[in-house]
């Protein structure tokens, strides 16, 4: 996998992996993004970067944020993708590539701390004023849209400690589960992982029974987040990782909450499909040795049916 280690790339590094047991490695970096970063979003639209890629759905509620948050012509993207050779690459054309000089990801990490030791993951904020990474936290990057864009609010005052208790839940039960689920490496992690997987989906699925989203009628960052992950599940999770019970398909609720976001306007866009099941089959993963990327699951993500 390869992470840094002092500032420098080290393709052999890898801290994820224990006794056959995937662990995803904290940020080292601060995250936390203060009242004037929140002010110059809005007012200094030369000077943000938000550095995602297609596949990881961590960046993907990220850009789902920066486009409910009415930010999107204030903060342009710069994409990562391709083959991680160190790690996630820049992709050319972007407004970080095409000035040169860069184009790794890690590279921006070493940029901000010379010493830096740890993963160099994405989504991250750059700020090009003071050339670092401001944050690498994908909670504290989308409440940060949310708070300075002009949108409709993803998480209001009277939620806020039932949207991070159920995006908690949801992260170590499902968007995490799926991966210590697909890198597993003995098969009491697996079968636990998986279990945990499906437990957390039935009790979804029971809560969006009878209403349109977690909290009711209006989205919130508890439910981007959940449909970054649900998004992919038919796609890599049942496919690649293996959590091979029950497709999203399968449950209703799910997969009608799932469509129901896909067709806000502006979302469908934010979804590539092509570029997830190439970052999850040749980069994520020591289990497919030759690189053969599955084909798209024959899914109608346009229909209508029961929406």
């Known amino acids: 996998m390869g992470m840094l280690i002092d500032g420098r790339w080290d393709q052999n590094a890898d801290r994820s992996m224990l006794s056959g ?15 004037d970063v929140l002010y110059a979003l809005r007012h200094d639209p030369d000077r943000f ?81 003071h050339q670092i990474v401001l944050s690498n936290s994908s909670t504290d990057i989308i409440l940060a849209f949310d708070q300075a864009g002009s949108g409709p609010k993803l998480r209001p005052g009277n939620l806020r400690s039932e949207i991070d208790k159920l995006t908690a839940e949801i992260f170590d039960g499902l968007s995490n589960a799926v991966y210590r689920a697909g890198k597993a490496e003995r098969q009491v992690e697996y079968d636990d992982a998986v279990n945990t997987v499906f437990d957390t989906m039935d009790r979804l699925e029971d809560r969006l029974m009878d209403q349109h989203f977690l909290f009711g009628n209006n989205l919130t960052t508890a439910d981007i987040r959940l449909f970054a992950t649900l998004v992919r599940f038919d796609t890599a999770y049942a496919t690649h990782f293996r959590c091979t019970r029950k497709r999203l398909v399968d449950y209703p609720a799910l997969w009608r909450f799932t469509r129901r976001i896909y067709q806000v306007p502006g979302i469908k866009e934010t979804v590539d499909f092509e570029e997830i099941r190439f970052g999850y089959y040749v980069n994520d993963g020591s289990h497919n040795p030759f690189g053969i990327i599955g084909q798209q699951p024959q899914i109608n993500w346009e229909s209508c049916d029961g929406l």
Do not use: F
């Open 21 to 35: 047991t995937y662990r995803r490695e904290p940020s080292v970096l601060a995250t936390s993004i203060d009242a």
């Open 49 to 129: 970067v938000l550095i995602a890629s297609a596949s990881c759905p961590w960046s993907h509620a990220t850009v789902i944020a920066l486009l409910l948050s009415e930010l999107s012509d204030y903060l342009p993207i710069q994409w990562a993708g391709g083959p991680r050779i160190e790690g996630y690459g820049l992709l050319p054309e972007g407004p970080i590539t095409q000035l040169g000089n860069i184009e790794h990801a890690h590279q921006l990490y070493s940029l901000t701390d010379p010493t830096y030791t740890g993963r160099a993951t994405v989504p991250m904020l750059w700020d090009s004023k």
